[in-house]
C-alpha cells in the first residue's frame, strides 16, 4: 500500500525544546516538501527537496530545518528559534520536483508547543 | 511573486445545489492550476488541475474554468453531496518548483 506516513498524528512539546517530525512515503518519488497550515493561512511551504541530499528554503523557512539523506525520508526539525510554532505540519512528494506534478499529502502532524 | 486569492472563505450549500469557487492569481506567467480537497484529518488531495492552454476541464460533477485575461479559475461542483463538505484549496504554478496556494473554502453541503 504506497502513500505518505507522519508521525505522530499529534505532538506536545515546552517551550525552547527542539521537536523532529517524521515523514516518509514509499512512492519512489523525487521531490518532498513541507507545508505549514493555519487557520485561514492556507499552506505555506516551509521546505522542500527536488532529490536526495538537496534542499531549499520555502517561503517561511526561518527557525526549521529539513534533512533528505535517504529518498524515502524527509524529517522536519521544529527549532526554539522558531516564533510560532504550534501548526498543523503536512508533508508531501511528488514524482519529480516541478510544480505541475501532483503532490501527495501525508495526514499531518499536529503540533502544539506550551 | 506570485500570489493567490480565494473567495469565499465559506461556503453553505443545500444538498443538489451547485457550488462556486474563485480564485484570482497575480503573475500572467503562471501556467498550471490544480484545485485540492482537504477533508477532516486528512492531508489534501488532488481532485483537478489545469493547464493554462486550456479554457475548461470536467470530471464528472466537477469542472475548473480559467480565464487567462482576468487571471481567475473557479472550481464548479455540481448536485452537490453531503461528502463534498470539505475544504477546498486553489493554487497556481510557473511550472518551476513551488504551488502556491489560495487561503481555503470551507464548503458544508447540508441535507
Known amino acids: 500500500d504506497g502513500g505518505i506516513t507522519q508521525s505522530p498524528k499529534y505532538l506536545f512539546r515546552k517551550e525552547g525544546q527542539n521537536v523532529t517530525l517524521s515523514c516518509e512515503q514509499n512512492?519512489?518519488?523525487?521531490?518532498m516538501y513541507w507545508y505549514r497550515q493555519d487557520p485561514g493561512q492556507g499552506l505555506r511551504l516551509i521546505y522542500y527537496?527536488?532529490?536526495?541530499?538537496?534542499?531549499q528554503k520555502g517561503d517561511i523557512a526561518e527557525g526549521y530545518s529539513v534533512s533528505r539523506e535517504k529518498k524515502e525520508s524527509f524529517p522536519l526539525t521544529v527549532t526554539s528559534a522558531q516564533k510560532n510554532p504550534t501548526a498543523f505540519y503536512l508533508c508531501?512528494?511528488?514524482?519529480?520536483?516541478?510544480?505541475?506534478?501532483?503532490?501527495?499529502f501525508g495526514p499531518g502532524t499536529r503540533l502544539t508547543v506550551t | 511573486g506570485e500570489n493567490v486569492e480565494q473567495h469565499p472563505s465559506t461556503l453553505s450549500v443545500q444538498e443538489g445545489d451547485s457550488a462556486v469557487i474563485k480564485c484570482t492569481y497575480s503573475?500572467?506567467?503562471?501556467?498550471?492550476f490544480p484545485w485540492y480537497k482537504q477533508e477532516l484529518g486528512k492531508g489534501p488531495q488532488l481532485i483537478i488541475d489545469?493547464?493554462?492552454?486550456?479554457g475548461e476541464k470536467k470530471d464528472q460533477r466537477i469542472a475548473v474554468t480559467l480565464n487567462k485575461t482576468a487571471k481567475h479559475f473557479s472550481l464548479h461542483i455540481t448536485e452537490t453531496q453531503p461528502e463534498d463538505s470539505a475544504v477546498y484549496f486553489c493554487?497556481?504554478?510557473?511550472?518551476?518548483?513551488?504551488?502556491?496556494f489560495g487561503t481555503g473554502t470551507r464548503l458544508q453541503v447540508f441535507p
Open positions: 508531501a512528494s511528488s514524482i519529480y520536483g516541478r510544480s505541475s506534478y501532483e503532490q501527495y
Open positions: 512512492l519512489n518519488h523525487d521531490a
Open positions: 527537496s527536488q532529490i536526495v541530499n538537496d534542499f
Open positions: 503573475d500572467s506567467a503562471s501556467n498550471y
Open positions: 489545469i493547464r493554462s492552454n486550456v
Open positions: 493554487a497556481a504554478s510557473l511550472n518551476t518548483d513551488k504551488l502556491i
